[in-house]
């Protein structure tokens, strides 16, 4: 029975192959057409036959070739229209986001071919109703192009400032260091307003711009009076230190942009940053008198002498924030084995910056008694500060406190010396008494001179809080006296 | 008959190319099911199914999370006979965020054995916000006055478990790693995405553990209050919350740190409120708390177990004093919990062998009549929000 239904099978099979095989199996490749010529050449001459065959296999040979260039120019033109795709509509993105608040055209060098960004964005001035500490919060992220190095991404944020400046930037709104010397915004700013630009440690564009509201900015538990705004973006040239102009400008105009439309949200009070005409020839020479008084000579420190010092600081007056500063690669000699200052700063935080700077100081330990708190560190404790002071010499700083245009003000006076040889901090009694002297007649001069920040900004009421020195209190260090 | 088998015709060879593209089509849909299902089982599997998984997945991402990604380990139960359950979940998700659940039951007075550092503790020293939306909860962003931003997010939700369970906590705690600087807390929308992990969460455990609890509802998008940074203090004179009635105390306590009060029914487990200034630097001068169910057992099991130097009188054998490291104590009896809230005034602590107190004995005296008279007042708003009765005040 096995063996009936084994033979029916075969005749079955068979009958259906036989013609199959006769067409030698091209026309499964070819089609029914195919096979219709093929059985029409069968029946005429063998020469002929032959050269339908070779003509058969010349159409293949182009059918394939057609078809491969074919695919491979549709792979090309999708490889090139995605990429065109991508940059296209991540521009388009990046106009649309943020209420078009970011600059898509400035910002098109730096956004991913490869890959599509997304955006993310809140704050109480996009939803009123949902609690947040930003005003303005957005973030363009993408995945970044195939390069080892690099970042990718964009934020801005745009938040009232709550008793501190935020830190938004390491580089640009840290109070204990100065800001770089090519950190200019590039815009014209008033004197209640600050701002920066610069490349950051990890090559990014940042900016940061700090102004006045009037009228209150709504959206935390109590009222605040001013704002900040961040922005950072990848750099296009990853191995300059400092931004390209473009860059400062796209980086400056959208601060603005972001500040003006914020300030005439929250009904500030305040004309807009934009369009403001640059400084008058008053206002420049105010700006350039700023630091006159910081003339070693005058001030009779030792090393003044020197032509190497370069007396350096502010050149706008800002009512927020002033810095100071002289110095010299080469301090003068104070005894014979002993180096002499090398280094006079002065600075001043008002408002909100007055906090923030205290703050900071603090927490280095760098203010009058902050060694003495109750919270503050045992010394041996591994979270224990660093002295500010570095690898340099030891700096002596004294603290002062006034009420001054900008409200609340701290101001910082220091003398330095140049790292001594061998060993630094190592001083005599009368060395520390010298130093005292310098520190205090210095801070005297900053507060009292015609040109200076403090008299400019009606500075009053000052009260002396101390001293605070950067290393170790004598005893618990070895102080030699001879 | 075989064209019928194997027809040979044009429109037969497109519908056999078609059926053959329907059947890769169907392999790979069946594929992508059975990776999602997976993915899904993934999570719901985790420790029981604590965590929702739509839930957790809109902060983890959707996976696979990795071989050694999900851990945990139950121990105990809520029947309130044996060991008190104890149940801890982990799930470290993709985008660097890990999640992780605690469920601890919160036997009834009495049991108090090891139960210091039992529970989860909430981090950070500003308050936490209540949780709301019908729940007993917090939400906190473990932020402190001065050092720490925070970083963890901790929501927990205590349940009101039937008579003869225990009540149950659950806290849910994420370790969100931004690297975009912006604080998790501060996007509305992904605050309550970390919420609803909670709150999935507690319904989940109510459910599984046979509780029987009122659970809350799930929190509408951008509807969970902004927890207190460091730098949301306002004139202890303008507190309409946490701090709201507390005495004036001069300059060195003029500014506030507190939360929202919350309503009876969906108050929270844990208030706080920090007075302090802010001049020249943040600094703390006082710390008040209201403790309820676990957290008070924790409080009290911490003093019964580290108050050497008065076994007699501290908050776990009465109820009502001065702690011997300066401050006072109170209590009140609240509904659905055998165990005593407490109500705590602190000043911060200052080592003794380091830093002398120069206080007059006057000024003392007087410094301790002002924390009676402010943890009266703090007390008797927060046990009213808790609808506490029997208060007692030291």
Same mark, same amino acid.
């Given at each position: 029975?096995?063996?009936?239904?084994?033979?029916?099978?075969?005749?079955?099979?068979?009958?259906?192959?036989?013609?199959?095989?006769?067409?030698?199996?091209?026309?499964?490749?070819?089609?029914?057409?195919?096979?219709?010529?093929?059985?029409?050449?069968?029946?005429?001459?063998?020469?002929?036959?032959?050269?339908?065959? +070779?003509?058969?296999?010349?159409?293949?040979?182009?059918?394939?070739?057609?078809?491969?260039?074919?695919?491979?120019?549709?792979?090309?033109?999708?490889?090139?229209?995605?990429?065109?795709?991508? !940059?296209?509509?991540? *521009?388009?993105?990046?106009?649309?986001?943020?209420?078009?608040?970011?600059?898509?055209?400035?910002?098109?060098?730096?956004?991913?071919?490869?890959?599509?960004?997304?955006?993310?964005?809140?704050?109480?001035?996009?939803?009123?109703?949902?609690?947040?500490?930003?005003?303005?919060?957005?973030?363009?992220?993408?995945? %970044?192009?195939?390069?080892?190095?690099?970042?990718?991404?964009?934020?801005?944020?745009?938040?009232?400032?709550?008793?501190?400046?935020? !830190?938004?930037?390491?580089?640009?709104?840290?109070?204990?260091?100065?800001?770089?010397?090519?950190?200019?915004?590039?815009?014209?700013?008033?004197? @209640?307003?600050?701002?920066?630009?610069?490349?950051?440690?990890?090559?990014?564009?940042?900016?940061?711009?700090?102004?006045?509201?009037?009228?209150?900015?709504?959206?935390?538990?109590?009222?605040?009076?001013?704002?900040?705004?961040?922005?950072?973006?990848?750099?296009? @040239?990853?191995?300059?230190?400092? %931004?390209?102009?473009?860059?400062?400008?796209?980086?400056?105009?959208?601060?603005?942009?972001?500040?003006?439309?914020?300030?005439?949200?929250?009904?500030?009070?305040? +004309?807009?940053?934009?369009?403001?005409?640059? %400084?008058?020839?008053?206002?420049?020479a105010r700006g350039a008198a700023l630091c006159s008084w910081l003339?070693?000579?005058?001030? +009779?420190?030792?090393?003044?002498?020197?032509?190497?010092?370069?007396p350096?600081g502010d050149t706008r007056y800002s009512?927020?924030?002033a810095h100071c500063?002289?110095?010299?690669?080469?301090?003068?000699?104070?005894?014979?084995?002993? %180096?002499?200052?090398?280094?006079?700063?002065a600075?001043?935080?008002?408002?909100?910056?007055?906090?923030?700077?205290?703050?900071?100081?603090?927490?280095?330990?760098?203010?009058?008694?902050?060694?003495?708190?109750?919270?503050?560190?045992?010394?041996?404790?591994?979270?224990?500060?660093?002295?500010?002071?570095?690898?340099?010499?030891?700096?002596?700083?004294?603290?002062? +406190?006034?009420?001054?245009?900008?409200?609340?003000?701290?101001?910082?006076?220091?003398?330095?010396?140049?790292?001594? =040889?061998?060993?630094?901090?190592?001083?005599?009694? *009368?060395?520390?008494?010298?130093?005292?002297? =310098?520190?205090?007649?210095?801070?005297?001069?900053y507060? =009292?001179a015609?040109a200076g920040w403090a008299r400019q900004s009606?500075?009053?009421?000052?009260?002396?809080?101390?001293?605070?020195?950067?290393?170790?209190?004598?005893?618990?260090?070895?102080?030699?006296?001879? | 008959?075989?064209?019928?088998?194997?027809?040979?015709?044009?429109?037969?060879?497109?519908?056999?190319?078609?059926?053959?593209?329907?059947?890769?089509?169907?392999?790979?849909?069946?594929?992508?099911?059975?990776?999602?299902?997976?993915?899904?089982?993934?999570?719901?599997?985790?420790?029981?199914?604590?965590?929702?998984?739509?839930?957790?997945?809109?902060?983890?991402?959707?996976?696979?999370?990795?071989?050694?990604?999900?851990?945990?380990?139950?121990?105990?139960?809520?029947?309130?006979?044996?060991?008190?359950?104890?149940?801890?979940?982990?799930?470290?998700?993709?985008?660097?965020?890990?999640?992780?659940?605690?469920?601890?039951?919160?036997?009834?007075?009495?049991?108090?054995?090891?139960?210091?550092?039992?529970?989860?503790?909430?981090?950070?020293?500003?308050?936490?916000?209540?949780?709301?939306?019908?729940?007993?909860?917090?939400?906190?962003?473990?932020?402190?006055?001065?050092?720490?931003?925070?970083?963890?997010?901790?929501?927990?939700?205590?349940?009101?478990?039937?008579?003869?369970?225990?009540?149950?906590?659950?806290?849910?705690?994420?370790?969100?790693?931004?690297?975009?600087?912006?604080?998790?807390?501060?996007?509305?929308?992904?605050?309550?995405?970390?919420?609803?992990?909670?709150?999935?969460?507690?319904?989940?455990?109510?459910?599984?553990?046979?509780?029987?609890?009122?659970?809350?509802?799930?929190?509408?998008?951008?509807?969970?209050?902004?927890?207190?940074?460091?730098?949301?203090?306002?004139?202890?004179?303008?507190?309409?919350?946490?701090?709201?009635?507390?005495?004036?105390?001069?300059?060195?306590?003029?500014?506030?740190?507190?939360?929202?009060?919350?309503?009876?029914?969906?108050?929270?487990?844990?208030?706080?409120?920090?007075?302090?200034?802010?001049?020249?630097?943040?600094?703390?001068?006082?710390?008040?708390?209201?403790?309820?169910?676990?957290?008070?057992?924790?409080?009290?099991?911490?003093?019964?177990?580290?108050?050497?130097?008065?076994?007699?009188?501290?908050?776990?054998?009465?109820?009502?004093?001065?702690?011997?490291?300066?401050?006072?104590?109170?209590?009140?009896?609240?509904?659905?919990?055998?165990?005593?809230?407490?109500?705590?005034?602190?000043?911060?602590?200052?080592?003794?062998?380091?830093?002398?107190?120069?206080?007059?004995?006057?000024?003392?005296?007087?410094?301790?009549?002002?924390?009676?008279?402010?943890?009266?007042?703090?007390?008797?708003?927060?046990?009213?929000?808790?609808?506490?009765?029997?208060?007692?005040?030291?």
């Open positions: 029975m096995a063996t009936t239904r084994g033979s029916r099978a075969t005749g079955a099979d068979g009958s259906a192959h036989t013609p199959a095989t006769t067409r030698t199996g091209t026309t499964r490749l070819r089609g029914t057409a195919g096979g219709a010529r093929a059985r029409k050449t069968a029946g005429g001459a063998t020469r002929s036959a032959t050269g339908t065959r +070779r003509a058969a296999h010349t159409r293949r040979t182009a059918r394939a070739t057609a078809t491969a260039a074919l695919a491979l120019a549709l792979l090309a033109a999708t490889a090139a229209c995605d990429d065109e795709d991508h !940059r296209a509509a991540n *521009e388009k993105r990046v106009a649309h986001a943020c209420r078009g608040l970011l600059p898509a055209a400035g910002l098109r060098p730096v956004l991913p071919r490869e890959s599509t960004v997304t955006t993310r964005e809140f704050g109480t001035s996009l939803t009123p109703d949902r609690a947040s500490r930003a005003l303005l919060d957005c973030t363009v992220s993408w995945e %970044p192009d195939r390069k080892p190095f690099g970042t990718s991404g964009i934020r801005l944020r745009a938040e009232a400032a709550p008793g501190r400046i935020p !830190r938004f930037s390491k580089d640009l709104d840290d109070q204990t260091e100065p800001r770089p010397a090519h950190a200019a915004f590039g815009l014209p700013l008033p004197s @209640d307003a600050e701002g920066a630009v610069t490349v950051d440690s990890d090559g990014r564009v940042v900016a940061s711009l700090t102004l006045s509201c009037p009228g209150g900015l709504t959206g935390r538990t109590r009222p605040l009076h001013d704002l900040h705004i961040g922005l950072d973006f990848p750099q296009t @040239d990853e191995t300059d230190y400092r %931004p390209t102009a473009a860059e400062r400008r796209t980086a400056s105009r959208t601060a603005v942009r972001v500040a003006d439309r914020i300030t005439a949200q929250q009904h500030c009070g305040t +004309r807009p940053l934009a369009g403001r005409p640059a %400084p008058d020839k008053a206002e420049r003339d070693a000579k005058k001030l +009779r420190l030792d090393g003044g002498a020197s032509d190497a010092w370069r350096e009512r927020r924030t500063s002289a110095g010299t690669d080469e301090p003068g000699i104070r005894d014979r084995d002993r %180096p002499g200052l090398a280094h006079v700063t600075d001043s935080w008002s408002g909100v910056h007055a906090r923030t700077a205290y703050e900071d100081h603090a927490d280095k330990g760098a203010v009058p008694g902050a060694r003495d708190r109750p919270d503050f560190p045992e010394p041996g404790d591994e979270d224990i500060p660093e002295s500010a002071g570095g690898d340099d010499g030891p700096e002596l700083a004294l603290w002062a +406190r006034s009420v001054c245009d900008g409200g609340r003000t701290y101001h910082r006076v220091a003398v330095g010396l140049g790292t001594p =040889d061998p060993a630094p901090g190592h001083l005599t009694k *009368e060395e520390r008494a010298q130093l005292s002297a =310098d520190v205090r007649r210095t801070l005297d001069r507060l =009292d015609r009606h500075c009053h009421g000052t009260e002396l809080l101390g001293e605070a020195q950067d290393w170790a209190p004598a005893d618990r260090r070895k102080e030699t006296s001879r | 008959m075989n064209r019928w088998i194997w027809p040979d015709s044009r429109p037969a060879r497109y519908v056999r190319c078609a059926g053959a593209l329907v059947l890769v089509a169907a392999l790979v849909g069946g594929l992508l099911l059975l990776r999602e299902h997976r993915r899904e089982s993934e999570l719901a599997g985790a420790c029981g199914g604590v965590f929702g998984v739509p839930e957790a997945r809109a902060l983890l991402g959707d996976g696979p999370y990795g071989e050694d990604a999900v851990s945990g380990r139950t121990t105990g139960d809520l029947d309130g006979r044996g060991a008190s359950l104890r149940s801890s979940c982990t799930v470290e998700g993709l985008h660097d965020v890990t999640l992780s659940a605690s469920v601890d039951g919160v036997p009834a007075r009495g049991h108090r054995h090891d139960l210091d550092g039992m529970y989860p503790k909430v981090p950070g020293d500003l308050p936490a916000q209540p949780l709301g939306h019908g729940w007993n909860g917090l939400f906190s962003s473990g932020e402190s006055l001065r050092g720490s931003p925070g970083g963890e997010l901790v929501t927990a939700v205590l349940l009101d478990c039937r008579a003869k369970k225990d009540d149950l906590l659950v806290t849910v705690r994420a370790e969100p790693d931004r690297d975009d600087g912006a604080a998790p807390v501060d996007d509305p929308r992904e605050r309550t995405r970390y919420a609803r992990v909670a709150t999935a969460a507690a319904a989940h455990a109510d459910d599984h553990w046979g509780c029987g609890a009122r659970t809350g509802k799930t929190p509408r998008d951008g509807d969970i209050a902004l927890p207190v940074g460091a730098y949301d203090d306002v004139p202890l004179d303008d507190a309409k919350g946490t701090c709201a009635g507390i005495p004036g105390r001069g300059r060195s306590a003029a500014r506030a740190w507190e939360s929202a009060r919350g309503r009876p029914g969906a108050a929270s487990p844990l208030e706080t409120c920090v007075l302090g200034t802010t001049e020249p630097t943040a600094a703390v001068a006082y710390r008040f708390e209201a403790l309820y169910g676990p957290y008070a057992q924790a409080a009290r099991a911490d003093h019964a177990e580290n108050d050497y130097t008065d076994r007699r009188k501290n908050p776990a054998t009465a109820a009502a004093g001065r702690l011997h490291d300066g401050g006072h104590w109170a209590s009140a009896t609240c509904p659905g919990s055998r165990e005593r809230a407490l109500f705590t005034v602190r000043p911060p602590y200052r080592d003794p062998l380091r830093h002398e107190d120069r206080r007059s004995a006057a000024q003392r005296t007087k410094d301790r009549a002002w924390e009676r008279a402010a943890l009266k007042s703090f007390a008797q708003h927060s046990a009213r929000t808790h609808t506490c009765t029997h208060l007692h005040l030291p």
